[in-house]
């Protein structure tokens, strides 16, 4: 006879627990990477080409999927092997891995977005010596398993995107009047149909398009990022106290 062993109260408890703390983990990990560490915003990291290519969106979008797919593949290879590698010379080997991704990341553009290729020229190769993806596969990659290792890479790689993209849209807008412009190097010929003429020029505005134009529009996205985390942060001891009246309890005599 077999005796099934039914779960007690505490078993399950000890379950639903474990499993809101892993939610909460890959909660906090999507605002990391997304708004509070991002890497562009407030690590300031990568602002190399950051500021160098994102004169179009579409520059700044092919720029930003190699890097988000670099910093995925990193992270899950550094991850899986992090028990084999010696402390003395992790730093070379990650440096190995993430070139060994861009070089896979290049060929692919290469051979697939030959237009996005070229246009982004030196700083392809240069997401090689990215801060940003060197750190994470320092600081987070190398001490967590594979599964949060990869969603950290996939979130910093989105919010370093996001930076780009929205950049990119800035300069593209103010510089030319135009949004997509030249998408089809980077989605193939069908989305020539994506470009969008927001406003006329009748020539480029220069300084839009010249590094000193990335640098004054970074300067504005910084400052907004953080006129919005001190408003978050003033709401928050109001929104606390307004709790704390609610539960008041005056006793009279």
């Given at each position: 006879m077999s005796?099934?062993?039914?779960p007690t109260l505490s078993s399950i408890d000890n379950t639903a627990l474990a499993k809101k703390a892993h939610r909460e983990e890959y909660r906090e990990l999507a605002k990391q990477g997304l708004w509070k560490n991002?890497?562009?915003l407030v690590q300031l990291l990568g602002l190399c080409p950051l500021l160098a290519v994102t004169a179009t969106v579409?520059?700044?979008?092919?720029?930003g999927l190699a890097t988000l797919l670099v910093l995925v593949c990193s992270n899950t290879t550094v991850s899986a092997?992090?028990?084999?590698?010696?402390?003395?010379?992790r730093i070379p080997i990650f440096v190995l891995i993430i070139a060994a991704f861009v070089t896979c990341v290049q060929l692919l553009m290469n051979a697939y977005t030959y237009g996005i290729y070229q246009s982004l020229g030196i700083f392809l190769p240069l997401i090689v010596t990215n801060c940003a993806i060197i750190?994470?596969?320092?600081?987070y990659a190398s001490k967590n398993p594979i599964k949060q290792a990869s969603f950290d890479g996939l979130m910093m790689g989105l919010g370093f995107a996001l930076v780009l993209f929205v950049l990119g849209a800035i300069r593209e807008i103010l510089g030319q009047g135009t949004l997509f412009d030249g998408a089809h190097l980077l989605l193939g010929d069908w989305a020539s149909v994506l470009r969008i003429e927001v406003i006329h020029l009748d020539s480029q505005f220069l300084l839009a398009i010249l590094p000193p134009g990335a640098f004054i529009a970074m300067g504005f996205i910084i400052a907004l990022k953080n006129a919005i985390d001190a408003n978050i942060k003033q709401r928050q001891p109001k929104e606390a106290d307004k709790a704390i009246e609610r539960v008041r309890v005056n006793f009279e005599s």
């Open positions: 005796t099934k062993t039914e991002n890497p562009g579409t520059n700044a979008l092919g720029l092997i992090r028990h084999w590698v010696p402390k003395e010379i750190g994470r596969a320092e600081a």
